[in-house]
T-cell receptor, first 111, second 116 residues
Framework: AQKVTQAQTEISVVEKEDVTLDCVYE???????LFWYKQPPSGELVFLIR??????QNEISGRYSWNFQKSTSSFNFTITASQVVDSAVYFC????????FGKGTTLSVSS | EPEVTQTPSHQVTQMGQEVILRCVPI?????FYWYRQILGQKVEFLVS????????KSEIFDDQFSVERPDGSNFTLKIRSTKLEDSAMYFC??????????????FGAGSRLTVL
């Protein structure tokens, strides 16, 4: 069975701080995909990134970066120089067949 | 940009009533999904649908629930005899392609169901 754990329920930072959202996953499959989705206060689910299990290269997109480590089954997400608009719930998700979400981390960025 | 559309955006119903939530997936997508998010909780997988049949379902998706693609464009979730605990946001999603895990799901904006 697949499982995603996001141990941080809520994180509060001040604008311009860096913040890392942790994600640990469990699966027995060797082929799988990892995702991060953002859910802003408006409620929609916005895709951020997908990684496959064979590609451990870290990725940077603007202020966002992702650190995938198979050895620790982690797929952490870092926001550099956070902004108020980053305030949202962030979900890590794992897909072998169906997409399974973690419980989410609520990020609050204050000015 | 193509999008998944869901109707209604909000529905209020009495306990015991039947509800149908509608979704129009992206037109060239082949795989369709329903997810549920109880307020303040995580997004939970309900069911996936491909080639006019259910391909996978979770424990949540019991006999109370059914899905249908009645006309080649709409994808519906029916909840028979709603219960208070069915109150949630229901998200429809679709994806293209055959690789089951790889493709990115595009989610609709959700339908909020309130059962009184």
């Amino acid at each position: 069975a697949q499982k995603v754990t996001q141990a941080q329920t809520e994180i509060s930072v001040v604008e311009k701080e860096d913040v890392t959202l942790d994600c640990v996953y469990e699966t027995r499959d060797t082929t799988y995909y990892l995702f991060w989705y953002k859910q802003p206060p408006s409620g929609e689910l916005v895709f951020l990134i997908r990684r496959n299990s064979f590609d451990e290269q870290n990725e940077i997109s603007g202020r966002y970066s992702w650190n995938f480590q198979k050895s620790t089954s982690s797929f952490n997400f870092t926001i550099t120089a956070s902004q108020v608009v980053d305030s949202a719930v962030y979900f890590c998700a794992l897909s072998v067949t169906a997409l399974i979400f973690g419980k989410g981390t609520t990020l609050s960025v204050s000015s | 940009e193509p999008e998944v559309t869901q109707t209604p955006s909000h529905q209020v119903t009495q306990m015991g009533q039947e509800v149908i939530l509608r979704c129009v997936p992206i037109s060239n997508h082949l795989y369709f999904y329903w997810y549920r998010q109880i307020l303040g909780q995580k997004v939970e997988f309900l069911v996936s649908f491909y080639n006019n049949e259910i391909s996978e379902k979770s424990e949540i998706f019991d006999d109370q629930f059914s899905v249908e693609r009645p006309d080649g464009s709409n994808f519906t979730l029916k909840i028979r005899s709603t219960k208070l605990e069915d109150s949630a946001m229901y998200f429809c999603a679709s994806r293209a392609g055959r690789s089951s895990g790889a493709n990115v799901l595009t989610f609709g904006a959700g339908s909020r169901l309130t059962v009184l």
